[in-house]
């Protein structure tokens, strides 16, 4: 099946209000165009130097979503552009997302990872952890950071239940988090392999590469 078909079809199956992050790493700007060309506009990197590059050369009215694992010294590069950060996971990162979002006169969205998978391997804040950041003088402070939701990584596992389980227990932290910043709207959760179950428990926004590019070639 082409890009085209995969999304189309991929599309057919998200309720109205779920936004599709197409998780482009790794792929070649020609297939990006592909997808563009269907229509798609929102998309998905984890390297901050392979978003620079794809950014550069792509149409201008696509938003660039930074999925990944981000490092401080990175943020500089896409501070100009990026239209959301899904990953951030400590007051350290956040602190260097709003003094780089300073420099451009901007305000940048960002979601903040939330740890729920049973694995130690993914990154993400825990409950107190996340009521900390939230509490600290300094968060209140910034000024170039809007916090829009959460986001979370499921254990990869063919266990459904404990997937429902995880993603459930990350509608309830939005939904408590909900009560304190009433404006938050993004639960980013769902992939290729689990969006169903995401979009079952509450997902808002589902991060989908495979399925639309197909597998991945790490060389
Ligand atoms: C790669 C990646 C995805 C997309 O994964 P697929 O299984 O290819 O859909 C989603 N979220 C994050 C954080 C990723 O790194």
């Known amino acids: 099946m082409s890009i085209k078909e995969n999304l189309a079809e991929i599309k057919a199956d998200l309720p109205k209000g779920v936004t599709l992050v197409a998780v482009s790493k790794t792929k070649p700007n020609e297939a990006i165009l592909e997808a ?23 149409p201008k009215d696509i938003e660039w979503h930074m999925i990944g694992h981000l490092q ?4 500089k590069y896409m501070a100009e552009f990026v239209s959301l950060i899904h990953g951030v996971d400590s007051l350290k990162l956040l602190k260097e997302i709003d003094k780089q979002a300073q420099k451009h006169n901007r305000v940048i969205p960002c979601l903040l ?24 003088s300094e968060f209140k402070q910034m000024k170039h950071v809007k916090i829009m939701g959460l986001m979370g990584m499921a254990t990869f596992t063919d266990n459904e239940n404990q997937v429902r389980k995880e993603f459930a227990r990350l509608k309830s932290l939005f939904e408590n988090l909900k009560l304190q910043l009433p404006e938050i709207t ?31 070639n790490y060389s």
Do not use: P
């Open 36 to 58: 563009y060309q269907a229509g798609q506009r929102v998309f998905g990197e984890n390297k901050v130097q392979d978003m620079v590059q794809k950014w550069e050369a792509l």
């Open 186 to 216: 993004i639960l980013s959760m769902g992939m290729s392999g689990d969006y169903g179950i995401a979009i079952a428990e509450g997902s808002t926004m589902v991060r989908i590469g495979s399925s639309i590019f197909g597998a991945r």
């Open 113 to 136: 990872q939330m740890h729920i998978a049973e694995e130690d391997t993914k990154f993400g804040l825990d409950e107190d952890e996340l009521n900390a950041l939230l509490a600290s």
């Open 72 to 75: 401080r010294n990175k943020v």
